[in-house]
Every structure is written in structure tokens, then in C-alpha cells.
């Protein structure tokens, strides 16, 4: 029994010192949270999405509780109701959130295009990406196998005719697509920037209209149309210049691909 105890009192005397150390150093080395971060936590609605521009809704209210001039209206997916939940909570002057919907910048659909390989693999963009960078004939346009469509938390995406196409009502701006897309393909536009370029094909204009008959041939016709200076051909690419740009749809009346749209966002 003796033995027993001279085993065992050692332990608890450590265990109760180690335990006793422990507390000392939560107290002295304890992080004090800002007591509005759970208030602002809650405001948000959890998307995790980082349309924002941060690293989830975690992220983004840390950084409103301690960085002043962090906007409360960053968050695309709650809106205008967030963003005043936000204004409120935090004692700031409420700015309304500018409604963002994602586009497709690719026409390549089945009528206009033709795979390159008959791809038996895994249904997935990315996956499909990694062989001979992807199935059709645009190595730049959309594969077609619906990662974004899977990704949508809203489900506003649908593969129609081989591309995806977005459903402007029904998305939310969160940016999930954009992130998802293998080729860098979509991007959140405003009600501001209804005009778009639908191609991303950066070859010459004869190789792009080989390969797809909707594709930007960088001819230039809308570059010298537009009288605002809002459109350039880069890299064999028509260019907006959203900063320039007031919609007026000329750059669309002139362009010979008809690759560049006017949508309704």
C-alpha cells in the first residue's frame, strides 16, 4: 500500500501544479474578444461565401469590430437587410449594398462549338481540365460539366447546350461560381456593368474562329466605336473598362462576333 501511495501522490501533486499553472496562463495570456464581435457574428448570415473580400462571415466581422474603415455593406448575399443590421449594431451611417449577379464570359455552347475529345472521366470541369486542358475545341471557354452549377448555393446556375448559364433573379452574388470555375470564366458584375464581353479566347482572331464561332476575333471595331475610351483590345481580347463604361451598347451594335451582350442584371 505504501508503495502504492509513493506512486501515486507524486502524480497528483504534478497533475494539480500542471493544472494550477494552467489556469495562470489562460488568465494572463487570454485574447479579450471585442464584446460586438458576437453581435456582428450574428448579423451575418453564414455564406462563408468571401464575397466580401474575407476569409468568411468569421473574417469579415472581425474586421468590422477592428478596423473602422471596413464597410458594413460588403456582404453581397444578405443585402440591404444585413447591411443595416450591421449599420446598427455597429453605430455606423447605413449604406445600401449594390446588387451583384454573376456572368459567364463564354458563348461556346454546342451551336457554336465542338469538342476537341470524347471525355469519359469524372464529371467535373476541373477534372476534365487536366486533360489536354480540357474537352472542346477553346482551351479559354466554358467545359461544360457543371462544377459551378454544383457549387451554387442557390442553385442559379444550369448547364444549357454545353455552357453554363446564370439566372440573374434567382443569384445572389456570392461569388462561389467564381472561385469554382477551372477557367476563370465568370465574374460579378453590377447594375452598373451591363455590358460584357462573353469570350475569354485569347488566340488570334483566325485560330478563335476556328475553334468557336461566337469567339472575340480582336478586330478592333468596337474599340474604335466607343466614344467613351471604355473598351480595348488586349491580347487579342476586347477589354471594359467598367470605370468608363456607360452602357451604351454600341461596342455590342458593331461586334462582328456578336460576343459582346448587353444583359439585364
Given at each position: 500500500?505504501?508503495?502504492?501511495?509513493?506512486?501515486?501522490?507524486?502524480?497528483?501533486?504534478?497533475?494539480?501544479?500542471?493544472?494550477?499553472?494552467?489556469?495562470?496562463?489562460?488568465?494572463?495570456?487570454?485574447?479579450?474578444?471585442?464584446?460586438?464581435?458576437?453581435?456582428?457574428?450574428?448579423?451575418?448570415?453564414?455564406?462563408?461565401?468571401?464575397?466580401?473580400?474575407?476569409?468568411?462571415?468569421?473574417?469579415?466581422?472581425?474586421?468590422?469590430?477592428?478596423?473602422?474603415?471596413?464597410?458594413?455593406?460588403?456582404?453581397?448575399?444578405?443585402?440591404?437587410?444585413?447591411?443595416?443590421?450591421?449599420?446598427?449594431?455597429?453605430?455606423?451611417?447605413?449604406?445600401?449594398?449594390?446588387?451583384?449577379?454573376?456572368?459567364?464570359?463564354?458563348?461556346?455552347?454546342?451551336?457554336?462549338?465542338?469538342?476537341?475529345?470524347?471525355?469519359?472521366?469524372?464529371?467535373?470541369?476541373?477534372?476534365?481540365?487536366?486533360?489536354?486542358?480540357?474537352?472542346?475545341k477553346c482551351?479559354?471557354?466554358?467545359?461544360?460539366?457543371?462544377?459551378?452549377?454544383?457549387?451554387?448555393?442557390?442553385?442559379?446556375?444550369?448547364?444549357?447546350?454545353?455552357?453554363?448559364?446564370?439566372?440573374?433573379?434567382?443569384?445572389?452574388?456570392?461569388?462561389?461560381?467564381?472561385k469554382t470555375?477551372?477557367?476563370s470564366l465568370?465574374?460579378?458584375?453590377?447594375?452598373?456593368?451591363?455590358?460584357?464581353?462573353?469570350?475569354?479566347?485569347?488566340?488570334?482572331?483566325?485560330?478563335?474562329?476556328?475553334?468557336?464561332?461566337?469567339?472575340?476575333?480582336?478586330?478592333?471595331?468596337?474599340?474604335?466605336?466607343?466614344?467613351?475610351?471604355?473598351?480595348?483590345?488586349?491580347?487579342?481580347?476586347?477589354?471594359?473598362?467598367?470605370?468608363?463604361?456607360?452602357?451604351?451598347?454600341?461596342?455590342?451594335?458593331?461586334?462582328?462576333?456578336?460576343?459582346?451582350?448587353?444583359?439585364?442584371?
Amino acid at each position: 500500500m505504501e508503495a502504492i501511495l509513493t506512486a501515486v501522490i507524486p502524480v497528483l501533486i504534478i497533475g494539480v501544479l500542471c493544472a494550477g499553472m494552467l489556469v495562470i496562463a489562460s488568465k494572463l495570456m487570454a485574447v479579450k474578444e471585442d464584446e460586438r464581435f458576437p453581435k456582428v457574428r450574428e448579423c451575418l448570415p453564414g455564406a462563408n461565401c468571401g464575397a466580401c473580400g474575407y476569409a468568411g462571415c468569421d473574417g469579415y466581422a472581425k474586421a468590422l469590430v477592428t478596423d473602422d474603415s471596413v464597410p458594413a455593406n460588403l456582404c453581397i448575399p444578405g443585402g440591404a437587410d444585413v447591411a443595416r443590421q450591421l449599420s446598427e449594431t455597429l453605430g455606423v451611417e447605413f449604406a445600401d449594398v449594390e446588387k451583384k449577379t454573376a456572368v459567364v464570359h463564354c458563348l461556346g455552347n454546342c451551336d457554336a462549338t465542338e469538342d476537341m475529345v470524347e471525355y469519359k472521366g469524372m464529371e467535373s470541369c476541373a477534372a476534365a481540365k487536366m486533360i489536354f486542358g480540357g474537352k472542346g475545341k477553346c482551351g479559354f471557354g466554358c467545359i461544360g460539366l457543371g462544377d459551378c452549377a454544383k457549387a451554387c448555393p442557390e442553385q442559379a446556375i444550369c448547364i444549357n447546350k454545353g455552357i453554363a448559364i446564370v439566372n440573374p433573379p434567382e443569384c445572389i452574388g456570392c461569388g462561389v461560381c467564381v472561385k469554382t470555375c477551372p477557367n476563370s470564366l465568370i465574374s460579378l458584375h453590377g447594375a452598373t456593368s451591363t455590358t460584357v464581353v462573353s469570350c475569354s479566347n485569347r488566340d488570334k482572331g483566325a485560330v478563335t474562329r476556328k475553334a468557336c464561332a461566337n469567339g472575340c476575333i480582336g478586330c478592333k471595331k468596337c474599340e474604335k466605336t466607343c466614344q467613351y475610351d471604355a473598351i480595348k483590345v488586349t491580347n487579342n481580347l476586347a477589354v471594359i473598362d467598367y470605370d468608363k463604361c456607360v452602357s451604351c451598347g454600341e461596342c455590342a451594335k458593331v461586334c462582328m462576333a456578336g460576343c459582346i451582350r448587353i444583359y439585364k442584371l
